[in-house]
């Protein structure tokens, strides 16, 4: 049975007398207050990497055709999982109330923060009644990753928090905790059909925002009914759930959701990168792997560790099968270790058990925040920053808001992949999209067309003809690269890049 604030400390675990208890728990919460604080203040920059273009594309759409936006890369009337109901209010909020983009991301960002905050606060007190507890664990879920940090959406480490704060996966991932907190909830007392259907419902809004922490979520609950195994009388409702989760799914209208099940095979490249360096970007994580195998001998059905061990099988199979997007069920190994890090670290034992776990874990934390104190850099810029800490800064991207004054919204360019990731951003298409798209079916023709265009020698006719073939009205490419008869300089940006007016 989970214990709940309402139950107390579980059986038979001792706690800290109160004087420097209350001293640490003041100390632990003053830093997971300083890490909040910190990705508030990263959120006013919004630092630019990844798929933060992507987003702010998606948005754009919807902001211009809430009903039927198409394909938010490429001028094509095609469906995207990028469609989700987070990103379609999102999207409302832009068309209401006219504001920039980029500050309905910074919306988002709080939101999704803020969720995550508070899911993670919600469901560390089903594990736990201590008052240091959903502190220590949020320190844990940001720091325990590795010297090699990685970014990723989804993975919840604070360099990589700081880049995808305004992502709909931090939503997601935030939803996710609620989601696991009410299940245990309704796994421990009784719970109605409402309650159930509700979850259900909650089930696959988490899936539709970000499919990836929605097989984390999916994972999370099946450990917790395999760890509660409820009464034959819960397992009708649960059925219930499932199915109006399932329904929901089903009935989404901006893409279909079931279809992404069969598009694993153009993800597999990209992803394979997840299971390298395993031990630079995750070792600051064992001395959770070892709380889970504590956890284990006093209850062999304890949430975390079945959590653990269904996140793990996950990934070992991607890794066996080739299917390397599996990989991205990594938060479902990381998660519960750093929480379990967190638990024992405050309540596993005897007193004296205690204090060692908690300075080893002391150690682990600040090897972490050393790790990822590039996060800095948001904020105070590099320059800013000790060169020792300047070296695990990630500079964010350019972005291209110089071609704004003249490429007015619904316009073609022509681009490289790399500013193809961002163009879009700012309410322009490009011929090929930034990223895989495997709901267009003319990607790799698109792709083929874009090389062609900016292969040295090509001849200017077969160049005219792509422009033709695709409305390009602007090419935007480095200064040097002479990209082709009849264009027209329009402006230059940063890095040497250059702006050209077709049919100049």
Excluded at 118 to 139: D, E, K, N, Q
Excluded at 175 to 199: D, E, I, K, M, T
Excluded at 467 to 481: A, C, F, I, K, P
């Amino acid at each position: 049975m989970l214990a709940t604030p309402s139950e107390g400390p579980p059986r038979g675990r001792a706690v800290p007398g109160p004087a420097d208890a209350s001293a640490r728990v003041v100390v632990v919460q003053a830093a997971a207050v300083a890490v909040l604080v910190l990705l508030l203040l990263v959120i006013g920059v919004l630092p630019w990497a990844g798929d933060l273009g992507m987003h702010a594309a998606t948005v754009e759409r919807l902001r211009h055709h809430l009903l039927r936006p198409g394909n938010p890369l490429v001028d094509a009337d095609t469906p995207s999982p990028y469609y989700s109901p987070w990103m379609l209010l999102l999207g409302c909020v832009a068309r209401g109330t006219g504001v920039s983009v980029f500050l309905v991301l910074r919306f988002a960002a709080l939101a999704g923060l803020g969720l995550l905050a508070t899911g993670v606060w919600r469901y560390v007190r089903t594990l736990s009644a201590h008052r240091a507890a959903p502190a220590l664990a949020a320190l844990c879920l940001v720091l325990l990753w590795g010297t090699a940090p990685i970014n990723w959406s989804g993975f919840p480490g604070l360099n990589s928090l700081a880049l995808t704060v305004s992502y709909p996966s931090v939503f997601a991932l935030g939803l996710a905790f609620h989601f696991w907190a009410w299940l245990a909830r309704a796994l421990s007392r009784p719970a109605g059909w409402a309650g159930w259907l509700g979850l259900g419902g909650l089930w696959a809004v988490i899936l539709l925002c970000h499919q990836f922490t929605g097989v984390v979520a999916t994972l999370g609950a099946v450990a917790a009914v395999l760890a509660a195994w409820p009464a034959w009388a819960v397992w009708p409702r649960l059925g219930a759930g499932v199915a109006l989760g399932l329904l929901a799914l089903w009935l989404w209208p901006y893409y279909d959701f079931f279809a992404l099940f069969t598009a694993g095979a153009d993800l597999e490249a990209v992803h394979r990168a997840l299971y390298s360096d395993l031990a630079g970007r995750y070792w600051l994580a064992l001395p959770g792997v070892v709380a889970l195998a504590l956890r284990w001998r006093r209850d062999r059905w304890d949430v975390l560790v079945l959590f653990f061990l269904l996140g793990t099988l996950m990934c070992a199979a991607g890794w066996a099968a080739g299917h390397y997007s599996w990989g991205r069920a990594a938060p479902a190994v990381l998660i519960p270790a750093q929480l379990a890090a967190a638990l024992e670290a405050v309540e596993g034992g005897r007193r004296a058990m205690r204090r060692r776990r908690a300075w080893v874990l002391a150690a682990a934390l600040a090897v972490g925040a050393w790790a990822q104190a590039g996060v800095l850099g948001y904020v105070m810029g590099r320059s800013a920053l000790p060169e020792p800490l300047a070296a695990h800064y990630t500079p964010p991207w350019t972005g291209y808001g110089w071609i704004t004054p003249y490429v007015p919204y619904g316009d073609v360019v022509m681009a490289r992949t790399s500013a193809s990731r961002l163009i879009p951003a700012y309410g322009a298409y490009t011929v090929a999209p930034g990223y895989p798209d495997f709901f267009l079916p003319d990607e790799e023709q698109r792709r083929a067309a874009v090389r062609a265009y900016f292969t040295p020698g090509t001849a200017d006719g077969v160049r005219r003809d792509i422009l033709r073939r695709y409305g390009v009205r602007w090419v935007v490419d480095r200064g040097e690269s002479a990209p082709g008869a009849g264009l027209r300089e329009v402006t230059r940006g940063p890095d040497g890049q250059v702006l050209y007016a077709v049919g100049g």
